[in-house]
């Protein structure tokens, strides 16, 4: 749905909008310096919500407290939301080798593997996976009949297990990517 008509479920409403919370109407999501809005999405592209004022900012600095804007935590450019005992902070972004708690603070064609608490390189299609966080962009950990490995991504009307393309669902187990979203004609 577009602004200002009703969210389909409660919740889906077309790209740059959010479903205002309690209203149950499509709204535009929040620029800079806006009051964050409450819902699926809290501010536009690239914003996140500072907390101290409830306000949209762009990604906060080195050591800063990470700003949410779901489904993502969001940082200045260069730095990932780590997340420890004292709550989220942004730290930079490390390459394979470097420490890390979660993928957010590893760089491009890396992964955070979590038996070593270190970055390490994407893995292609065909290798072996298990945490699901470890194939290259484009593929998924997936379960056959060797085990699980990296295996691309289906497309649409493609056989799945659980993931599919962008904009697509697995319809159920052992089923096909249909589009996320029913139309009516």
Known sequence: PTEGQPCL????????????????????????????????????????????????QPGPGLGQECYLNPPDYLCGAGLGCDFGASGSVCVAIGGAGAACTNDRTCGADTFCDFATGHCATRRADGAGCSAGNE????????????????????????????ACAVGLTCQGPGGACVAELCVIP
């Open 9 to 56: 479920d409660g919740a889906a409403c077309a790209d740059g909008l959010t479903c205002a919370d309690g209203v149950g109407t499509c709204a535009r999501l929040p620029g800079l310096g806006e009051t964050c809005a409450v819902g699926a999405r809290f501010c536009a592209d690239g914003l996140g919500c500072r907390p101290s004022d409830n306000t949209c």
């Open 135 to 162: 194939c290259r962009v484009g593929s998924a950990c997936a379960v056959g009949p060797t085990g699980a490995t990296c295996q691309p991504i289906p497309a649409r009307d493609q056989p799945c297990v659980d």
